[in-house]
């Protein structure tokens, strides 16, 4: 049986000592080192790994402290506390002595309560209104993702937008079940915003990423291989460095995540 | 001299193991332990304060494990990469041998690029146009606020309301110049907007929360002890959680800082 490259990425063997070990994936290299979002995504699924792991994942934060080289990695998680219906998590990706990425992590066990969606989808076309469009191929992650673009593609010459909004449908290419380390690598799918405004590339990169889980397993689960609707956008873009801010739906509009960021850029 | 309560409740002793000492402030109390804004900020004052400290704060992610107990308590900060113009930092916060509280920062060096405050600061009356208001006396750390409720104050009869926004001016009380530590403690200034939504208040507390810094220093103190202007608002409430986002502003519509949180909730 063939794995999907997602899961080939995200890969982990357990140590003798409690830890795992990687290995980059080429299949999601960036220009320099793995794509954000699958070190993520990699990180919580070494938690989801951990013999001692209590429910499933409400908040993660990923410190992109320094670059990822291409080769293996071994990656620490440590249950810091465990309450009766939450877990709190310390995380390191160590590369030799380097340490490459900091993460906390909460898991928890969900109960039922009140609930309410407050924050309202887009109103977007169809997926299947929207053409497939995708990044430049020197970026060999975005060609495991299905990008149909509604606003705020990458830009194709160098034109100011006044708008940092990007929207797009997306799903894993080929096509897999969402799962939580999915939507956790699905939330960094929105490149950096100021290349949008600014209309060009330059250099720039996420700082720090967090990720809250609004749905449980089983919304996840009913979600299947569809489309996620993804939208996201900048409050201020400030002396080298600007946050972004995303939103992650069903095609039915739940939100399935909230997701924020702050990023380097170098003009 | 006295010092400023803020500055007490921040107040740390280095310890010969290169850690802090710190003990919790009566002047800001919460229901149970200490308001979650001024730990967030004593783990921000133990990092300025460290000698291997590069720049200033960029982002802060909190996580609030188990409740600060009345009394002492210690803190580690450990740098654990530094780069030419970031600083990536894990800290601790412990009560004998109990984690309450763990914490990633990342500090930098700002350079001069383009730059854009996008999101635009709601509309609202000047400070002295709107009348002063408190949280029910029980709550001691919201007496050391300037609370000015332009929407969305506490829900004062059970009563559903239909969104989750908070617009407040606000500022220490007394008034204090704005600096990093005194910001991060007002963007917890929110209070469960699950309170809000449902008019009426019930077991909640902050899991994680996150500041992104977008001020500079020279912002900061030229900010001096105006009032700020704070709005936060939910995505979802689902299954025992819910996020809240929240923007801060000067008067004149520069955005300070934006923060984000999952917060717990049984109704």
Known sequence: MTLHPFDEAVALTPTADGGFQGKTAPAYAN????????????LLRA????????GDPLSLTVNFAGPVADGDFTISARPVRTNR??????????QG?????TATAVFGIRRDTWGDGEAVMPVVP?????????????????????????EGALPEKEAEHPSSTTTLWVRDAPARPLDFASLTSLSDIFYPRVFLRRGRYMAAGTVSLTVYFHADAAELAA?????????????????????????????????????????????
Chains 1, 2 share one sequence.
């Open 223 to 267: 979600h299947g291989t569809d489309h996620l609707l993804g939208s996201a956008r900048t409050a201020r873009f400030s002396r080298g460095y600007f946050d972004q801010s995303g939103t992650l739906w069903t095609p039915t509009g739940t939100l399935l995540a909230t997701t924020h960021q702050i990023v380097y850029f170098k003009d």
């Open 97 to 101: 002595e380097a340490v490459t990425t």
């Open 31 to 42: 220009m320099v080192g793995p794509f954000g979002g699958v070190t993520a995504a990699t």
């Open 126 to 150: 169809a997926p299947d209104e929207v053409a497939v469009s995708g990044f430049p191929d020197f970026i060999a992650w975005a060609r495991n993702y299905e990008l149909r673009f509604i």
């Open 85 to 94: 219906t939450t877990q709190h998590w310390v995380i390191e990706l160590t």
């Open 47 to 54: 938690v989801e790994s951990h013999p001692e792991r209590l």
